[in-house]
C-alpha cells in the first residue's frame, strides 16, 4: 500500500476492498449489498483534533474540537464537531445540552464578526475600521481620565481613582486575558470593575 | 489490503479515532432486509449491543437530543413552548430521540415524582418497522441488534410507522424518507459508542454489550429496591424479541406511567396478519384466480354468439318495427 | 312522448338492422371506462409492487419506489373521480331486480354453455352487477382507508391502530378488487363479442339477444322514438 | 468548591439547597448519581420547585424563597438537639470553646450595635474575650455561658420544627427526615457534601444563608473530608479564575483587598494585616501577605515599582465606600455620573437588575464599548425591539461600540474551574470574519491610552506609563506570557533563609510555589495563588495524567488545582487530632509520624505536628468559625431576615424590612412593592438546555427550548384562570413581562403560617438577540438591591402579580 495515501482516499479504498469481497461471498445482488453495507461515513476521520474546555460553566468539561484544517499549522481551520473528551476526569467523555451544542455557538448567525459604531441618536450600526475604534476609545478615555480622575481626596489623601468610567470583565475569557484586562484597567484607576460573580 | 478492522464497541465512554478504521459492520453482519426474504446466513455474529437507560438517573437536560442533532446533522424546526418541558413537542424527521416529561402522584407513597425518560428507537430484536417495511433494503437489522434505515432505499412510504410498537419513525416532509435513530451506526462501525450515551452527564444512558447492560440493570435495580421502590426492574420487553435499547424503571410494573412506554409491546396482530398471511394468501388468490381463469380460457369453450342468434335479433327488431306500425295504424 | 327506460341507458340504441347492431356505450361512457381502466391497472401494478417484496422490481415501471410510493394515492384518486362518473351513468341499471336471482341459480347452465336455459335480461347480467356493486364498495374502502394511510399528506390523520387497521383492510380490499378485476376481464373475453362494447361501442344483435334480450327488446321498441328517423 | 467535582463520588449524603445542580451543572451533577449508584449515598433537595434535581431525589422538601437561614439553624438546633454533633472535630477544629465578648447580643432579629440611620452595626462587641497577650480566652468545657456553643445554641433555639414550618412552609415530617438524615453524618464515618449555587448568594443576606450551611458542616465535622464541604458550584468557565485575579471593584489578584483611602500608604495598609495568630503555634497563613502584595505590585509596574515608592502602592486606586458594584455603578450611570463602559464578555441588559432602570442608565452614558463574541443586547440596548426593547432611538445619545471577540474556540489559556482546576485549553478554529483576540483589543486600547499621555502628558500618567508591558509582541501578548507574569519570577537570585548558600531560585526563573515569595522586591507574581501553575517544568495547567492513585478522584497530576496544586481545602481537617483519618476507607492524607501525606497535597506545613497546629491556616485562629466576628456586616450569627420584597413579616421584628445593613438606594426603596398589590413571590432561575445570556444564540438550544415562560402552580393558574400554555403577564413593582405558562405540580402553594405563598418561578434565558424566540428576564422584575456583606443582587425571592394576557399583538 502506498504509504503516501491521504487518510481519505485510504479510507475508501479499505471500504471498496471491503464491499468487494463481501458481496462476492455473500452472492446476493450487488444493489442489495450495496444497502447493507450502507453506514454513514464515519465524519470526524482525517479531521484535526484540539483538546479544549467548554466555556460554559464551572464543572469545566474536557470537550475535543474537531476541525478541517489544521490551526496550529497555521492553516485556515473550520470547526465541524465538539464532543466530550472521554480522557477528562470531570465529565468522562459527557456533556450537558449547552456543552453538546458548543459549535453552534461557535458558529451562531449571531455572532460580532466585525466592529461597529452607533452615533448618538443613529437607529442603525456603520462599520468602522479596528483603527478607528480603537482611536475613538483611546481619545474618550483620555479626555474623560484628564477630566474627571481623583487625584487626592477632601483630606488631601493621594487616591488616584476615576470613577466616570466603569469596565465589566468576562468570566467566560481565560485567566490571561483577565490578567490582561486587570492590569490594564486598574492601572487607569478605574474601580467601577467587575465580573461575572454575582450574577 | 493493511487497514486495521475498527473494534465492537464496549463503551459509550471513548475517545473517536482519526485514523482511519474498516468498518467493523459489514454488509455480511445484516441478519434481516425488509422485504427480502433471503438473506444469506451471516458467517460470524457480533456481539449484541444495548444502550440501557436509567430513568431513575434522569434529570431530563436533553444533552441526549443535543449531542443527537449535532451529530446526525439534523436540523429540527424552533418551535414554541406550549406549557410543557418537551421540545421539540415530538419526535421528528430531525429529531430521533426526546425527552417525555410526566408529573405523577404515586398514590402509594402520596409522593409526587417527576418521571422522565428518552424515548426513541428501541431497536427490537423483533422490529415491527421491518416487518412493515415493503421497499427492499430500506430497513436493515445487523447480528449486533442495530436496527438501521437506509435511507437511499427508503420509499416514504410510512409503513414502519404502522409496524413500529413503540410510534417512532417519522417520515421527512421534504426528503420522503423515514428517519428515526440508527443507534449511530456510523459510530458504533467505528468502535464508538453512540452521541447519546456519550454525552449523557449522568450516565443515565450506558451502552455496552447486551450482557453488560443487563448486569448493570440488575445493579442498578437493586439500588432502587434499597430505596423503597420495590417494583424496579428493567424493561426489555420480550413480546418484541427483546430489545437493544432497554430502560431500568423504578416502576417497572407500569411501563405506561412513563410517557406511555408501552406495557406489552408487540408488533400488532393486525401488521402480523397483514404482513404474513394475507401477504402470501392474498397473492396466491389473485394468482390462481389469474391462472383459473387463464386456465378456464383455453380449455372451456367460448361463450359465443351464433349466427342463428344474429338472426333471431334480426327477427326481434324486425318484429318490433312492425308492431309499433300496427299500433300507429 | 318517450317510453320509460327500464333495461337500457340513454344513447343505447339499435345502430342497424341488417345486421343488428346495438350501441351499447357512447363515446365518453368508453373514455371513461378506459381511463379507470388505466388508472386500475396502475394502481394494481403500484398497489402489487408495494405489497409483495417478490413484486417490487414493478416499481421500476414508475421509475423507482419513490415515485410508485408518490403516484399510486394520486392514480387512486383520479380512478375514484373517474369511477364515480361511471357510477352516476351506470348504477340505476345495475340494480338487482327479480330476474337476476334465477340467473345466479341458473350460472351453471351459463358455464356449461346452455345459457338458452337462463331468463332473459336488461343491460346487465348479475355477475356484471356484483362486479359493478363490487368496484364500488371496494374503491370506497380503499379510498378510505388509503386516506388513512396516506403518509405524506395525511400523517396524522387517524391514530396508529386505525392506520393497523386500515393498512391490513386496503391490502385485503385490493385482493378482492384483483379478483374482480380477474372476473370482469376474463368474462369480457370468454363472453366472445363483449370487448367490442368498450371499444367500437357496438354488439351485435346475436350478442345482445344471447345475453341481455331484454335490453335489446326495449332498444328495438324505442325505434320510432329514435330522433334520427 | 472547598473539594472537587470528582470528590462528590466519596459522599454519603448529599443537599443541594440553594442550587440546582443537576440542572445547572449537569456533567458535575454526574457524581451525584455515581455516588448514589456506587455508594448508596442519598441525595436530599431543598428548593422551591421540584426541579430537575429533585427529580432524582430520595428526599424533597418544598421551602419559601428567602428563608434558608431559618431551615439551616433548624437544622442546626435540631443536630445540637439531638447530640448529632462531631464533638472532637468541634472542639479542635471550630471556635466552639472560644468565649465572646459580654457585651454581643442578639434581640429582636438584631445583634448589638445596630444604628438604623447608618443602616449599619457598630460591631466593636462581636468579638472574643482576650488573654492580655492577645490571644483567645477559651473554655474547653463548654459550661460557660459566653463560649461561642452556648451562644449558638441560645441563637437557634427559637428555631423549633413549627418555627421552620411555618416560615419556610416545609411540612414538618418532611424537614425532619431532612434533619434526621444530615444529623447522621455527624458520624466519624459518614460524610455529606453541600451543593449550592446562587439560590443562595442571590439574596439580600446570601453570605448567611452560606454561613449557615459551613457552620452546620462545621458541627457535623465534614469540612475537609473527601465527599464533604461546602461547594459553591460557580457558574461561568472562569468565574473562579477572574475573582482569583481580583477583576472586582474591590480585590488585588489572590483575594488580597484593594486599599480604602484611610490607607494612606503601604505601611497603614499593611498595618491591619498582620495577622498574628490568636492561638499560639498556628499557621495563620496570611501573615505572608507583604510577600505576596509586593510580588503583585511588581507584577503591575516592575522596575517602576521600588521600595522608595512603596512598591507603586499609591498608583492603586483608594476606595471611598466599600466597593463600586454594579448596582453602585448603574445607580451612578443612572445619575449621570459615568461616562464610559466598557463590557467584555457582559451583558448586564440582561444580568442586573430593574431593566427599566439600565436602559435608562445606559441611556446617559457618553460611549458604551462591547468586546463580546456575540452581538449582546447590551450592544442593541438602543434598538426598538417592540415590546421586548421599548426605546426611541433617536432620543438615545450613547454612542456605541461593538468590537468582535473570539470564543474560547479560538484563544488559548486557562480557566478556572470550580473546584479551582486552571485548565489550559489550544485553540482549534480560525475566528469568524474580522474578531480578534481580547488580549489583542485590551492592548491596542492601553497602549493607545499610553501613547497619548506619552505624547500630550495628563493627570497621573504614572501608573500607566509604568505599567509593565515586556510582552514579545506588545500589542499581542501571548498566553503564555501572561500565564508566567501570574505564576511570578525570581527577579534576584533567591537563597534558602536558612542556608544562605542554598540557591531556592535563580535570578530570572519562575517561582516553583508561593512559599518562596518575597517582600523585598526580588520576586514577582501576579497571582500569588497561581504560583507552580507555570514553573520551570513546563505548564502546570496543561497536565494531562488523569491516573487517581488513591481512586479518591483528586488526581494530583491532571493540570493544576491552586492554591499549591491542592484538591480539597483543609484537608487536614479529614483526620483527627493525631492526624489519623476519622474514616480510614476514606484516607486523604494521614501524619505517619514525621511529616504528612497521602493522595493530595496536604493543606498545611508537611511537618507541622497535628496535635498543635490546627487546620485551618488562613485564620488567625487556626480553627473554623461558628462565630465570624466582625467579618460579615450582618451578624456573627446568621438569624433570619425577609427578603425586601416578602408577603411575610419578620418574625423577630415586623419593622425590618430585609436584611437591615444591606445598601438600598433612595429611587429603588421607592421602588419597592408589597405583598397588598403583588401578592406572589417571584423567584429566577436557569434552565438546563440554557446558558445565561449566551445559547439563545444557538439554534440547536433554541430548538430544545425555544420561548420564554414562567412557571406556576396549578393551584394559583385556577386562581387566576391561567391556562397551560397561555400567555400571561407578570408584574411587579418595577416592570412588566409577558411570557406562555407551564402550570405544574412541581410548584405547589406553600403553606406559611397558614396560609398560601405561591411562588412564580422566572426563568433567565430569554433577550431580544439571538435564535431562540424574543422575551424576557426575570430582570425586568427584580429590585435593584443587593446582599449586604457583596451585594450580589435579591434575584431569588420579590413581588409580582401575575394575570392571563391576550396573546402578542392582540389588544388586552
Known amino acids: 500500500m502506498n504509504i503516501d495515501l491521504s487518510r481519505r482516499s485510504f479510507l475508501k479504498l479499505a471500504g471498496a476492498g471491503a464491499a468487494a469481497t463481501t458481496i462476492g461471498a455473500l452472492g446476493f445482488g450487488a444493489a442489495e449489498a450495496a444497502t447493507a453495507a450502507h453506514v454513514r461515513a464515519f465524519k470526524l476521520t482525517s479531521m484535526t483534533e484540539t483538546r479544549n474546555v467548554c466555556t460554559y460553566c464551572s464543572v469545566a468539561c474536557g470537550i475535543l474540537m474537531y476541525s478541517k484544517g489544521d490551526l496550529a499549522a497555521g492553516e485556515k481551520a473550520e470547526l465541524i464537531h465538539i464532543e466530550g473528551d472521554a480522557d477528562h476526569p470531570t465529565n468522562r467523555g459527557t456533556l450537558c445540552p449547552k456543552g453538546a451544542a458548543l459549535k453552534d455557538f461557535v458558529k451562531s448567525e449571531t455572532r460580532a464578526t466585525k466592529p461597529r459604531h452607533r452615533a448618538p441618536g443613529a437607529d442603525t450600526w456603520q462599520d468602522i475600521s479596528w483603527e478607528d475604534a480603537f482611536d475613538k476609545i483611546a481619545r474618550a478615555i483620555k479626555d474623560d481620565r484628564d477630566q474627571n480622575f481623583i487625584e487626592k481626596n477632601a483630606a488631601g489623601v493621594t487616591v488616584n481613582r476615576w470613577l466616570t468610567m466603569g469596565f465589566l470583565a468576562a468570566s467566560g475569557g481565560t485567566n490571561e486575558t483577565g490578567w490582561l484586562t486587570y492590569k490594564a484597567v486598574r492601572s487607569l484607576g478605574v474601580l467601577g470593575f467587575d465580573n461575572q460573580a454575582r450574577v | ?329 | 312522448m318517450t317510453e320509460e327506460r327500464v333495461y337500457s341507458a340513454p344513447g343505447d340504441k339499435i345502430e342497424t338492422k341488417h345486421p343488428v347492431t346495438v350501441n351499447r356505450y357512447r363515446g365518453y361512457t368508453r373514455l371513461n371506462h378506459w381511463v379507470t381502466a388505466a388508472c386500475m391497472i396502475v394502481l394494481l401494478i403500484s398497489g402489487l409492487s408495494l405489497f409483495h417484496p417478490s413484486l417490487f422490481f414493478l416499481t421500476d415501471i414508475f421509475g423507482g419506489g419513490q415515485t410508485t410510493r408518490w403516484l399510486h394515492p394520486i392514480v387512486g384518486l383520479v380512478l375514484v373521480a373517474s369511477f364515480l362518473l361511471l357510477f352516476a351513468q351506470m348504477w340505476k341499471l345495475n340494480l338487482p331486480r327479480r330476474e337476476d336471482v334465477e340467473w345466479s341459480r341458473k350460472i351453471g347452465d351459463l358455464l356449461q354453455g346452455n345459457e338458452e336455459n337462463l331468463p332473459e335480461l336488461g343491460k346487465y347480467n348479475a355477475g356484471q352487477k356484483v362486479v359493478f356493486w363490487g368496484m364500488s364498495g371496494l374503491i370506497v374502502v380503499l379510498v378510505t382507508t388509503g386516506v388513512m394511510i396516506w403518509e405524506q399528506y395525511f400523517p396524522h390523520l387517524v391514530s396508529i391502530p386505525a392506520r393497523r387497521i386500515a393498512v391490513a383492510v386496503h391490502s385485503l380490499a385490493a385482493i378482492f378488487t384483483i379478483l374482480i378485476f380477474i372476473v370482469h376481464v376474463y368474462a369480457a373475453i370468454w363472453t366472445r363479442g363483449t370487448i367490442r362494447a368498450m371499444t367500437r361501442g357496438t354488439v351485435t344483435g346475436g350478442w345482445a339477444f344471447r345475453h341481455h334480450r331484454k335490453w335489446l327488446r326495449e332498444l328495438a321498441g324505442r325505434q320510432r322514438s329514435d330522433p334520427s328517423k | 468548591m472547598t473539594n472537587a467535582w470528582t470528590d462528590i463520588k466519596n459522599t454519603d449524603l448529599v443537599i443541594v439547597m440553594g442550587g440546582n445542580a443537576a440542572e445547572a451543572h449537569p456533567c458535575g451533577f454526574k457524581w451525584v448519581t455515581e455516588a448514589k449508584h456506587h455508594r448508596g449515598a442519598r441525595l436530599i433537595v431543598v428548593d422551591p420547585r421540584f426541579n430537575r434535581t429533585a427529580s432524582v431525589a430520595d428526599v424533597y422538601a418544598p421551602i419559601r424563597p428567602g428563608s434558608d437561614i431559618a431551615f439551616l439553624m433548624g437544622v442546626i438546633r435540631y443536630c445540637i438537639e439531638n447530640d448529632k454533633v462531631q464533638w472532637d472535630y468541634v472542639k479542635n477544629y471550630t471556635n466552639a470553646t472560644y468565649l465572646v465578648n459580654d457585651a454581643f447580643g442578639w434581640a429582636e432579629g438584631l445583634f448589638t450595635g445596630y444604628d438604623e440611620a447608618k443602616r449599619d452595626y457598630d460591631r466593636t462587641s462581636w468579638e472574643y474575650q482576650m488573654n492580655e497577650d492577645g490571644t483567645v480566652k477559651t473554655d474547653p468545657t463548654l459550661t460557660d455561658p459566653r463560649c461561642v456553643w452556648n451562644l449558638l445554641k441560645e441563637q437557634v433555639a427559637t428555631y423549633t420544627p413549627e418555627f421552620v414550618e411555618n416560615l419556610c412552609g416545609t411540612p414538618r415530617e418532611r424537614y425532619l427526615k431532612i434533619c434526621e438524615m444530615i444529623g447522621a453524618t455527624s458520624a466519624r464515618d459518614k460524610v455529606m457534601t453541600s451543593l449550592y449555587a446562587l439560590g443562595w448568594t442571590q439574596h439580600s443576606k446570601g453570605a448567611q444563608n452560606i454561613r449557615g450551611m459551613a457552620m452546620l458542616q462545621l458541627i457535623l465535622g465534614n469540612v475537609g473530608l473527601p465527599g464533604g464541604g461546602v461547594n459553591a458550584l460557580r457558574g461561568h468557565a472562569n468565574i473562579q479564575g477572574l475573582t482569583d485575579i481580583g477583576l472586582l471593584s474591590h480585590t488585588l489578584p489572590g483575594y488580597m483587598n484593594l486599599p480604602t483611602e484611610k490607607e494612606i500608604d503601604y505601611t497603614t495598609y499593611m498595618s491591619t494585616r498582620g495577622n498574628k495568630p490568636l492561638i499560639p503555634d498556628q499557621t495563620s497563613y496570611w501573615q505572608n501577605t507583604p510577600k505576596f502584595m509586593v510580588s503583585f505590585l511588581k507584577a503591575m509596574w516592575g522596575d517602576a515599582a521600588t521600595r522608595e515608592n512603596d512598591w507603586g502602592f499609591d498608583w492603586l486606586p483608594k476606595l471611598d465606600v466599600a466597593y463600586y458594584d454594579i448596582l453602585r455603578m448603574f445607580d451612578m450611570m443612572s445619575r449621570g455620573e459615568v461616562n464610559l463602559y466598557f463590557c467584555q464578555g457582559f451583558n448586564p441588559l440582561l444580568s442586573f437588575p430593574n431593566r427599566a432602570k439600565l436602559t435608562q442608565a445606559l441611556s446617559k452614558l457618553k460611549l458604551l464599548v462591547t468586546i463580546d463574541p456575540l452581538q449582546t443586547e447590551t450592544g442593541h440596548f438602543w434598538e426598538d425591539h417592540g415590546i421586548y426593547n421599548e426605546v426611541e432611538p433617536s432620543k438615545i445619545m450613547t454612542e456605541v461600540l461593538e468590537l468582535p471577540s473570539t470564543c474560547f474556540a479560538e484563544d488559548e489559556g486557562a480557566t478556572v474551574n470550580s473546584g479551582r482546576w486552571l485548565q489550559w485549553h489550544w485553540p482549534g478554529a480560525t475566528p469568524p470574519g474580522d474578531a480578534k483576540h481580547d488580549t489583542w483589543i485590551m492592548a491596542n486600547i492601553f497602549l493607545r491610552v499610553r501613547e497619548l499621555y506619552r505624547k500630550e502628558g495628563g493627570v497621573c500618567p504614572e501608573p500607566i506609563l509604568n505599567l509593565a508591558w515586556d510582552y514579545e509582541d506588545p500589542y499581542e501578548p501571548e498566553a503564555a506570557e501572561l500565564a508566567k507574569e501570574m505564576n511570578g519570577r525570581a527577579l534576584q537570585t533567591l537563597y534558602d533563609p536558612k542556608d544562605p548558600a542554598k540557591v531556592l531560585v535563580e535570578a530570572g526563573k519562575l517561582l516553583p510555589n508561593f512559599g518562596v515569595m518575597r517582600d523585598d522586591g526580588s520576586t514577582m507574581s501576579g497571582c500569588w495563588i497561581y504560583a507552580g501553575s507555570w514553573t520551570e517544568e513546563g505548564n502546570m495547567m496543561a497536565r494531562r495524567d488523569n491516573s487517581d492513585p488513591g481512586d479518591i478522584g483528586t488526581f494530583l497530576n491532571w493540570t493544576f488545582a491552586w492554591p499549591a496544586n491542592r484538591r480539597i481545602l483543609y484537608n487536614r481537617a479529614s483526620c483527627d487530632l493525631q492526624g489519623k483519618p476519622w474514616d480510614e476507607a476514606r484516607k486523604l492524607i494521614e501524619w505517619n509520624g514525621e511529616r504528612w501525606q497521602g493522595f493530595d497535597v496536604p493543606d498545611i506545613a508537611v511537618t507541622a505536628k497535628p496535635e498543635t497546629v490546627m487546620p485551618f491556616i488562613m485564620t488567625a485562629e487556626g480553627t473554623a468559625r461558628l462565630f465570624s466576628r466582625k467579618l460579615l456586616r450582618d451578624g456573627p450569627f446568621p438569624t433570619h431576615m425577609e427578603p425586601f420584597e416578602s408577603p411575610v413579616e419578620n418574625p423577630f421584628n415586623a419593622k425590618l424590612r430585609g436584611n437591615p445593613v444591606a445598601r438600598i438606594f433612595p429611587d429603588d426603596l421607592a421602588q419597592l412593592g408589597t405583598s397588598a398589590d403583588y401578592p406572589f413571590v417571584g423567584t429566577s432561575y436557569r434552565l438546563t438546555e440554557h446558558f445565561h445570556y449566551w445559547t439563545k444564540h444557538n439554534r440547536v438550544n433554541a430548538v430544545l427550548q425555544p420561548e420564554f415562560f414562567v412557571e406556576i402552580s396549578e393551584e394559583l393558574a385556577a386562581e387566576r384562570g391561567i391556562t397551560k400554555g397561555g400567555r400571561v403577564r407578570v408584574w411587579s413593582a418595577r416592570g412588566e413581562i409577558w411570557a406562555k405558562a407551564v402550570v405544574t405540580k412541581r410548584i405547589r402553594p406553600l403553606i406559611c403560617n397558614g396560609k398560601p405563598v405561591h411562588v412564580v418561578g422566572i426563568p433567565l434565558h430569554w433577550g431580544f438577540m439571538g435564535a431562540a424566540r424574543k422575551g424576557f428576564g426575570p430582570n425586568s422584575l427584580t429590585p435593584f438591591v443587593g446582599d449586604a456583606n457583596i451585594d450580589t443582587p435579591e434575584f431569588k425571592a420579590f413581588l409580582v402579580n401575575i394575570e392571563p394576557a391576550a396573546e402578542e399583538g392582540a389588544s388586552a
Open chain 2, 1 to 329: 489490503m493493511t487497514s486495521e478492522r475498527a473494534p465492537e464497541p464496549v463503551t459509550a465512554a471513548a475517545n473517536p479515532p482519526l485514523q482511519p478504521l474498516a468498518s467493523n459492520l459489514l454488509p455480511s453482519d445484516v441478519i434481516r432486509v425488509s422485504a427480502t426474504s433471503d438473506v444469506p446466513a451471516p458467517e460470524r455474529h457480533l456481539t449484541e449491543v444495548a444502550k440501557l437507560i436509567d430513568v431513575s438517573k434522569c434529570i431530563g437536560c436533553k444533552a441526549c437530543q443535543s449531542a443527537c442533532i449535532e451529530w446526525n446533522d439534523t436540523h429540527p424546526d424552533i418551535e414554541e413552548n406550549v406549557g410543557v418541558y418537551e421540545n421539540p413537542h415530538d419526535l421528528t424527521p430531525d429529531m430521533f430521540t426526546l425527552m417525555r416529561f410526566t408529573e405523577y402522584e404515586n398514590p402509594v407513597t402520596n409522593e409526587f415524582e417527576w418521571l422522565i425518560r428518552k424515548d426513541g428507537c428501541m431497536h427490537c430484536a423483533d422490529p415491527g418497522c421491518l416487518k412493515a417495511c415493503p421497499a427492499p433494503g430500506a430497513i436493515v437489522q445487523y447480528s449486533n441488534g442495530i436496527v438501521d434505515f437506509i435511507s437511499d432505499n427508503c420509499i416514504g412510504c410510512g409503513y414502519c410507522i404502522a409496524g413500529c410498537p413503540f410510534n417512532i419513525p417519522r417520515v421527512s416532509k421534504t426528503a420522503h424518507v423515514s428517519k428515526k435513530c440508527t443507534l449511530c451506526s456510523d459510530r458504533v462501525a467505528v468502535g464508538q459508542g453512540p452521541a447519546c450515551a456519550k454525552a449523557c452527564p449522568t450516565k443515565a444512558i450506558s451502552f455496552g454489550t447486551k450482557e453488560a447492560m443487563v448486569e448493570l440493570a440488575s445493579e442498578r435495580v437493586e439500588d432502587l429496591k434499597s430505596r423503597g421502590y420495590d417494583h424496579a426492574g428493567l424493561y426489555d420487553p420480550q413480546g418484541v424479541g427483546g430489545t437493544h435499547v432497554m430502560y431500568v424503571l423504578h416502576h417497572a410494573d407500569q411501563p405506561s406511567l412513563y410517557a406511555g412506554l408501552p406495557d406489552d409491546p408487540q408488533i400488532s396482530p393486525v401488521v402480523r396478519g397483514w404482513k404474513g398471511p394475507a401477504k402470501t394468501v392474498g397473492l396466491a388468490v389473485a394468482g390462481l384466480a389469474a391462472a383459473g381463469a387463464v386456465l378456464h380460457g383455453i380449455f372451456a369453450r367460448p361463450n359465443e354468439v351464433t349466427a342463428h342468434e344474429e338472426g333471431e335479433a334480426e327477427d326481434l327488431v324486425e318484429d318490433h318495427d312492425q308492431r309499433h306500425g300496427d299500433r300507429e295504424a
